[in-house]
Each structure stands twice: as C-alpha cells, then as structure tokens.
C-alpha cells in the first residue's frame, strides 16, 4: 500500500500516513501525530509505493 513516511517535529516519531495523493510540493505538513495525540508539524520524508 503506497504511503508517505512522516516525522514528527515534536516527538521525532517516524510513521506511515496511508494516502496516495501527492504531497510532494509541501516540506512540512501539519497533521495529526498518533503519538503527541495532537496536530504537529512533521517533516515529509518519502514516499513509498
Ligand atoms: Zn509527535
């Protein structure tokens, strides 16, 4: 399952965000981290398909 591979600024946790559409044009994207139970600036690492 294609997906991108974000990282947390706050608590540095790698994760996968399961969306196929292209966020190639961002450097940072604020979202949702699973871990700081709150919206958090994460660094867009790659994308994997
Ligand atoms: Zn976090």
Redesign the pocket.
Known sequence: MPHWMLK?T??K?VWELNVAYNLREYRRLYHY?P??GRN?FHDILEYVD
């Open positions: 947390c706050e608590c946790t981290c871990r700081c958090t």
